[in-house]
Protein backbone atom coordinates (compact mmCIF):
# COMPACT_ATOMS: atom_id res chain seq x y z
CA UNK A 1 0.00 0.00 0.00
CA UNK A 2 1.00 3.47 -0.67
CA UNK A 3 1.13 6.87 1.48
CA UNK A 4 -0.30 9.65 -1.02
CA UNK A 5 1.49 12.29 0.56
CA UNK A 6 -0.61 15.26 -0.90
CA UNK A 7 -3.09 13.97 1.77
CA UNK A 8 -0.70 14.55 4.70
CA UNK A 9 0.25 18.34 3.30
CA UNK A 10 -1.58 20.10 5.73
CA UNK A 11 -0.09 18.50 8.03
CA UNK A 12 3.43 19.06 7.06
CA UNK A 13 2.46 22.67 6.58
CA UNK A 14 1.25 22.70 10.58
CA UNK A 15 4.34 21.08 11.61
CA UNK A 16 2.33 17.56 12.57
CA UNK A 17 3.82 15.33 10.70
CA UNK A 18 5.68 13.35 13.09
CA UNK A 19 2.96 12.64 15.22
CA UNK A 20 0.67 11.80 12.24
CA UNK A 21 3.25 9.47 10.51
CA UNK A 22 4.20 8.36 14.24
CA UNK A 23 0.91 7.08 14.56
CA UNK A 24 0.75 4.85 11.38
CA UNK A 25 1.64 1.33 11.49
CA UNK A 26 5.29 1.03 9.85
CA UNK A 27 4.13 -1.36 7.44
CA UNK A 28 1.40 1.15 5.86
CA UNK A 29 4.51 3.59 5.02
CA UNK A 30 5.95 0.74 3.09
CA UNK A 31 4.94 -0.29 -1.04
CA UNK A 32 6.28 -2.06 -3.69
CA UNK A 33 8.71 -0.95 -6.63
CA UNK A 34 5.79 -0.64 -8.71
CA UNK A 35 4.66 1.85 -7.54
CA UNK A 36 7.20 3.74 -8.98
CA UNK A 37 6.25 2.63 -12.61
CA UNK A 38 6.72 5.47 -15.03
CA UNK A 39 4.19 7.18 -15.63
CA UNK A 40 2.66 6.97 -20.07
CA UNK A 41 3.91 9.66 -21.82
CA UNK A 42 0.68 10.84 -22.60
CA UNK A 43 -0.79 11.29 -19.14
CA UNK A 44 -1.66 14.67 -18.37
CA UNK A 45 0.49 16.17 -15.64
CA UNK A 46 -0.93 16.92 -12.85
CA UNK A 47 -2.34 20.23 -11.82
CA UNK A 48 -1.52 20.91 -8.50
CA UNK A 49 0.53 24.01 -7.87
CA UNK A 50 3.13 24.27 -5.55
CA UNK A 51 5.33 27.26 -4.13
CA UNK A 52 8.24 25.58 -6.22
CA UNK A 53 6.38 25.40 -9.89
CA UNK A 54 4.06 22.75 -10.55
CA UNK A 55 4.60 19.67 -13.31
CA UNK A 56 5.29 20.46 -16.97
CA UNK A 57 3.95 19.46 -20.15
CA UNK A 58 6.35 17.71 -22.06
CA UNK A 59 5.65 19.99 -25.24
CA UNK A 60 6.49 22.61 -23.22
CA UNK A 61 9.61 22.16 -22.74
CA UNK A 62 12.42 24.87 -23.78
CA UNK A 63 15.49 23.02 -22.37
CA UNK A 64 16.59 19.72 -21.03
CA UNK A 65 19.46 19.46 -18.13
CA UNK A 66 21.32 16.81 -16.98
CA UNK A 67 21.66 16.25 -13.59
CA UNK A 68 23.97 13.13 -11.86
CA UNK A 69 24.02 11.61 -8.87
CA UNK A 70 27.18 10.81 -7.07
CA UNK A 71 27.80 8.22 -3.65
CA UNK A 72 29.96 11.14 -2.82
CA UNK A 73 26.41 13.13 -1.89
CA UNK A 74 26.49 15.00 -4.39
CA UNK A 75 24.54 16.40 -7.16
CA UNK A 76 26.49 17.92 -10.25
CA UNK A 77 25.76 20.45 -11.06
CA UNK A 78 24.91 21.86 -7.47
CA UNK A 79 22.70 24.84 -8.96
CA UNK A 80 20.26 25.41 -11.73
CA UNK A 81 18.75 28.76 -12.98
CA UNK A 82 15.60 29.04 -14.64
CA UNK A 83 13.47 31.67 -16.17
CA UNK A 84 9.75 32.35 -14.54
CA UNK A 85 7.89 30.38 -16.51
CA UNK A 86 10.01 27.76 -18.42
CA UNK A 87 9.43 24.14 -18.80
CA UNK A 88 12.20 21.97 -18.48
CA UNK A 89 13.44 18.50 -18.41
CA UNK A 90 15.29 17.16 -15.98
CA UNK A 91 17.20 14.30 -16.79
CA UNK A 92 18.20 12.69 -13.37
CA UNK A 93 21.49 9.44 -13.39
CA UNK A 94 22.70 7.78 -10.89
CA UNK A 95 26.32 7.32 -11.32
CA UNK A 96 26.42 5.78 -7.87
CA UNK A 97 26.64 2.11 -6.74
CA UNK A 98 23.48 3.24 -3.99
CA UNK A 99 19.94 4.39 -4.87
CA UNK A 100 19.20 8.23 -4.95
CA UNK A 101 16.52 10.81 -5.70
CA UNK A 102 15.93 14.22 -6.49
CA UNK A 103 13.31 15.88 -4.64
CA UNK A 104 12.15 19.61 -6.30
CA UNK A 105 11.14 21.62 -2.42
CA UNK A 106 11.64 24.88 -0.61
CA UNK A 107 14.52 24.71 1.72
CA UNK A 108 11.90 24.12 4.46
CA UNK A 109 10.02 21.53 2.72
CA UNK A 110 13.05 19.66 2.18
CA UNK A 111 14.27 20.22 5.68
CA UNK A 112 10.95 18.43 7.13
CA UNK A 113 10.64 15.93 4.57
CA UNK A 114 14.25 14.28 5.10
CA UNK A 115 13.25 14.45 9.11
CA UNK A 116 10.19 12.34 8.41
CA UNK A 117 12.60 9.84 5.96
CA UNK A 118 15.04 9.35 8.43
CA UNK A 119 12.02 8.48 11.26
CA UNK A 120 10.73 6.00 8.36
CA UNK A 121 13.46 5.04 6.60
CA UNK A 122 11.09 2.32 4.22
CA UNK A 123 8.78 5.23 3.38
CA UNK A 124 8.42 5.28 -0.02
CA UNK A 125 6.08 7.55 -1.94
CA UNK A 126 5.39 9.44 -5.56
CA UNK A 127 4.89 12.90 -6.39
CA UNK A 128 5.83 14.69 -9.95
CA UNK A 129 8.38 16.40 -8.07
CA UNK A 130 10.36 13.75 -7.65
CA UNK A 131 12.91 11.48 -9.11
CA UNK A 132 13.55 8.28 -7.66
CA UNK A 133 16.62 6.51 -9.31
CA UNK A 134 18.33 3.21 -8.83
CA UNK A 135 21.88 3.07 -9.44
CA UNK A 136 22.82 3.16 -13.35
CA UNK A 137 19.64 3.98 -13.67
CA UNK A 138 17.82 7.86 -15.04
CA UNK A 139 14.72 9.39 -14.46
CA UNK A 140 12.98 11.98 -15.85
CA UNK A 141 10.68 15.18 -14.02
CA UNK A 142 9.13 17.62 -16.00
CA UNK A 143 8.54 21.01 -14.19
CA UNK A 144 7.53 24.64 -15.34
CA UNK A 145 9.43 27.22 -12.57
CA UNK A 146 5.76 29.25 -12.45
CA UNK A 147 7.40 31.56 -9.69
CA UNK A 148 10.33 33.11 -9.43
CA UNK A 149 12.40 32.58 -6.15
CA UNK A 150 14.87 30.48 -4.58
CA UNK A 151 14.39 26.73 -3.87
CA UNK A 152 15.78 23.43 -3.44
CA UNK A 153 16.82 19.99 -4.18
CA UNK A 154 17.81 17.53 -1.99
CA UNK A 155 18.62 13.35 -2.01
CA UNK A 156 16.32 12.47 0.84
CA UNK A 157 17.53 8.89 1.42
CA UNK A 158 18.74 9.03 5.33
CA UNK A 159 21.66 10.37 5.50
CA UNK A 160 21.82 11.87 2.40
CA UNK A 161 20.31 14.92 2.74
CA UNK A 162 21.51 15.65 5.71
CA UNK A 163 25.45 14.82 4.34
CA UNK A 164 25.20 17.39 2.06
CA UNK A 165 23.09 16.18 -0.97
CA UNK A 166 21.73 19.30 -2.09
CA UNK A 167 21.39 21.80 -4.80
CA UNK A 168 20.09 25.37 -5.42
CA UNK A 169 17.65 26.62 -7.86
CA UNK A 170 17.10 30.11 -8.82
CA UNK A 171 13.96 31.11 -11.04
CA UNK A 172 14.23 34.71 -11.88
CU1 LIG B 1 21.30 10.11 -2.24
Not at 133 to 140: C, H, L, S, T, W
Request: a neutral charge; glycine letters at 10%; one cysteine or more.
Amino acid sequence: MRIDLSLLRPALAAGLCTALLAALPAAALAHGAAGHAPKAATAAPSTESYPWGREGRAADVTRTIEVDMKDALRFVPGELRFRRGETVRLVVHNSGRVMHELVLGTEAELKRHAELMKQHPGMEHDEPYMAHVAPGERAEIVWTFDKPGRFMYGCLLPGHFEGGMVGRIVVR
